[in-house]
């Protein structure tokens, strides 16, 4: 009696952490992802892949303002380029990317900046982050999508404010 509750005891020793350390790991999981805004694309819907070029608003790819420091880029991704591959927006500005490929798999990576999603024929991705600061910000097809796949790149282009020029001038004086 005394030794079989013995063993009993070893045994809830170890169930008890088996249970508490994944539930802690869920928490910290779901505690981090919230707090520090990480999320994933969201999937916006279908596109035809074949027929992406006259389909809006993929017919006319760029940079759209919609709404004051909000941008929405329009891009389309193909072998082995993206278009627009050259974005200009003023710092401080939220960008939305609503983007997709008409051919292969493809990815959107801009490092700098918090992105990374996977462009894939007939589905459309959009995801959003914010440019602070002015500078440039590369950004990479990064899957495999063929010979020349290195060479598919672009850049979003920050402009510093008219605001943000003022101080540096006040800096440099
Ligand atoms: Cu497109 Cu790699």
């Known amino acids: 009696m005394q030794r079989g509750s013995t063993v009993y005891l070893y045994e809830l020793a170890w169930i008890l952490p088996s249970i508490a350390i994944p539930i802690g790991m869920l928490v910290a999981?779901?505690?981090?992802?919230f707090g520090t805004g990480k999320h994933l694309p969201g999937d916006e819907g279908r596109?035809?892949?074949t027929r992406v070029m006259a389909t809006a608003p993929?017919?006319?790819?760029?940079?759209?303002?919609?709404?004051?420091g909000a941008y929405e880029v329009r891009m389309i991704a193909g072998i082995w380029l993206?278009?627009?591959?050259?974005?200009?927006?003023?710092?401080?500005?939220?960008?939305?990317?609503?983007?997709?490929?008409?051919d292969v798999?493809?990815?959107?990576?801009?490092?700098?900046?918090?992105?990374?999603?996977?462009?894939l024929p007939g589905q459309i991705a959009r995801v959003t982050t914010r440019f602070d600061r002015s500078?440039?910000?590369p950004f990479f097809c990064h899957e495999y999508c063929g010979v020349a796949h290195h060479a598919m790149w672009g850049k979003v282009i920050?402009?510093?404010?008219?605001?943000?020029?003022?101080?540096?001038v006040d800096l440099g004086s």
Do not use: C, K
């Not at 999981?29 to 992802?33: D, E, N």
């Not at 993206?82 to 008409?102: D, K, M, Q, W, Y």
């Open 29 to 33: 999981l779901v505690v981090f992802a």
């Open 47 to 49: 596109v035809n892949p």
């Open 58 to 68: 993929f017919d006319q790819p760029g940079v759209v303002q919609v709404g004051p």
């Open 82 to 102: 993206f278009t627009p591959n050259e974005i200009r927006v003023p710092a401080g500005s939220t960008v939305t990317f609503v983007a997709t490929s008409r």
């Open 105 to 119: 798999v493809h990815g959107l990576f801009i490092p700098r900046a918090n992105v990374n999603v996977m462009l």
């Open 135 to 137: 500078g440039e910000y």
């Open 158 to 168: 920050v402009e510093p404010t008219s605001e943000a020029n003022i101080r540096r």
